[in-house]
T-cell receptor
Framework: AQSVSQHNHHVILSEAASLELGCNYS??????LFWYVQYPGQHLQLLLK??????LVKGIKGFEAEFIKSKFSFNLRKPSVQWSDTAEYFC??????????FGTGTRLTVIP | DAGVIQSPRHEVTEMGQEVTLRCKPI?????LFWYRQTMMRGLELLIY????????DSGMPEDRFSAKMPNASFSTLKIQPSEPRDSAVYFC????????????FGPGTRLTVL
């Protein structure tokens, strides 16, 4: 069965620090990969996605993610976080069927 | 487009009562998903529909939960009878089938069962 692992449950950073959130999945075939963000009290919104092509994907608000097929990873990065990035971040994988498998989420707290 | 619409946004009910959550997907989207989010379990897929037909309901926790999609623009998730452990935020999401099928989420319904 497919599964998605997010290693960090809660990350606390100061503003301007660099961010990297880990995401690993277990599926050997073709996958589509997503990062969603959930700001406090709001619904999930798509941050970025990878379907094919360049494995380095750029999303909104300065976020990017790199698909490394050999490592089954799709880590999220941002060179300099802001207080407004405080949110919960979810990695998701679609493999074969249409439904997404979500990781358990990583809560990011950015201290001003 | 108004996006995925869910109602009510908040629901407080007593144990044993029936609860009905409603969702209107984005027009033209032929997939609809119901998720539940809790602190303990994170985001769980409960059931999803394609062209109004339930495809996978393996995530539905027990028989107290049921979901219907009578037409392309409306779905319900019903809990009968409700229990305190059902307290969670329930999200509906929809997407268009095909390669570029980003899921769009609704604002969620926060359910509290006392």
């Amino acid at each position: 069965a497919q599964s998605v692992s997010q290693h960090n449950h809660h990350v606390i950073l100061s503003e301007a620090a660099s961010l990297e959130l880990g995401c690993n999945y277990s599926y050997g075939g073709t996958v589509n990969l997503f990062w969603y963000v959930q700001y406090p009290g709001q619904h999930l919104q798509l941050l970025l996605k990878y379907f094919s092509g360049d494995p380095l994907v750029k999303g909104i608000k300065g976020f990017e993610a790199e698909f490394i097929k050999s490592k089954f990873s799709f880590n999220l990065r941002k060179p300099s976080v802001q207080w407004s990035d405080t949110a919960e971040y979810f990695c998701a994988v679609r493999a074969g069927a249409n439904n997404l498998f979500f990781g358990t989420g990583t809560r990011l707290t950015v201290i001003p | 487009d108004a996006g995925v619409i869910q109602s009510p946004r908040h629901e407080v009910t007593e144990m044993g009562q029936e609860v009905t959550l409603r969702c209107k997907p984005i027009s033209g989207h032929d997939y609809l998903f119901w998720y539940r989010q809790t602190m303990m379990r994170g985001l769980e897929l409960l059931i999803y529909f394609n062209n109004n037909v339930p495809i996978d309901d393996s995530g539905m926790p027990e028989d107290r939960f049921s979901a219907k999609m009578p037409n392309a623009s409306f779905s319900t998730l019903k809990i009968q009878p409700s229990e305190p452990r059902d307290s969670a935020v329930y999200f509906c999401a929809s997407n268009r089938g095909g390669a570029d099928n980003e899921q769009f989420f609704g604002p969620g319904t926060r359910l509290t069962v006392l």
